[in-house]
């Protein structure tokens, strides 16, 4: 039989999971853990339940609460999918965020399912975040050794891996909000439109400069790679240069240079890359198009 | 510190309004609890992975995957099965419609059908068919092809705001 505990405060759950004795998991909207503890007849030790913690609750606005200084969305990560699409200040100020949220499972899964355990249980065809990649999140952890910020970009060390120490929790993901006009787009390939996962997942965050540049051109992308990642090569290809058709064939030649697809039971490596450039082009040229 | 936190092996909550004094095993499947350990075999198991949604149940009102709730997080909740909604002698407008409108064939996937139906009937008046169908995305029925499933839904808000006159019919006709 697992031991359960349902920690009365974030500091209380750190000290639980940070008990080598215990051996305890983290849980929350349990929509993976579930699937394998069922598939594989497994069972644990101890089980901490961090849905029921405030602290991981909620999604504000705070000024000045991120690196760079400008203000952010907080999302606490035992958000689910349902609070983070139906929020006020994530469809206003990241409609990505919302959108994606809305592909991720069906009503059921984000009824539960949250975002702190989409980062955390990290698969690489995570929806999330390759929205989070393209717009430069930050995650705040907290652990035995405390607290600590880090850019979500450097989250993922491999397949399946990530920085987290043993331990450790996601807390918060901080979301630096985009000046105004900057453009945001997401599409995600699966087999339907609903409870799908993904084939190929992307994400795209940038500016059209008075001149017509592009700046601060990101892109993240999952389902391409051991892990979710952003698409530097295509980053270069837009910075700085026109939107339109030779920039949007640059970015999606580098694009389909860069990721390291595989062959799976969702879908091919070659069906990958070729969708993956085609997208790509598709968000440049719609950039050229929406000139505001 | 932690055995002031451990939780017991006793999860308190109700199911469909009656309360409950469960023990067991924390992570036990709350699908497996409603079936085998209270008899409610109204809730289907389908895929148990979060997938096929034979298996909704309301949490709290809200639809999940009765496969993917652990006991632990039952405490203190409100869990609606489709034997609290309503049986064949008080059949909710829902489900009589989707008995009339032919949105019932096999049956596997109806009380979770039903139940996401009534929760999003509940929140929103009027659906139209594309929040329909993104509504009922994570409950798969491999009979009916859906259509009289969305027109079950359609009579019932029509039902609703014409005084009760039954629109449900089988004909092909999308009215």
Known sequence: MSRAFRPRSLQEAVALLGDPELGAVPVAGCTDLMVLDHAMRRSHRAVVDLLGLAELRGIRWAEGGGSAGGPVVEIGAASTFSAIRADPLVRMHLPILAEAAATIGAWQIQNRATIGGNLANASPAADSAPVLLALDAELVLVGPAGERVVPYRSFHLGYRKTLLAPGELIARIRVPVPVPGTRQRFHKVGTRQAQAISKVVLAMCCRREPDGLLRGVRFGVGSVAPVPRRLRGAEQACEGRPAGAATAERAAAAAAAEVHPIDDVRSTAAYRREVLARLVRRMVLELAADAG | ?175
């Open chain 2, 1 to 175: 510190m932690q055995e002031a936190i451990a939780v017991s092996d006793t999860v308190r909550f109700t199911v469909n309004g009656e309360p409950r004094c469960w023990q067991g095993e924390p992570m036990a499947r709350l699908l497996d609890v409603l079936r085998y350990e209270l008899g409610l075999t109204g809730t289907k198991e389908g895929c148990g992975e979060g997938e096929c949604g034979a298996c909704t149940v309301l949490l709290d009102g809200e639809p999940v995957c009765a496969c993917l709730v652990p006991m632990l997080q039952c405490e203190g909740r409100a869990v609606q099965t489709i034997e609290g909604l309503g049986g064949a002698d008080r059949l909710e407008p829902v489900q009589r419609a989707f008995v009339e409108a032919g949105g019932v064939q096999c049956g596997a996937c109806t009380p979770g059908l039903v139940l996401t139906a009534w929760a999003l009937l509940q929140r929103e008046p009027r659906p139209d068919r594309a929040r329909m169908r993104e509504a009922l995305a994570g409950n798969l029925c491999r009979c009916t092809g859906y259509e009289r499933i969305l027109r079950a839904l359609e009579h019932t808000i029509a039902a609703r705001q014409g005084g009760g006159a039954p629109a449900a019919g089988t004909g092909e006709a999308t009215p």
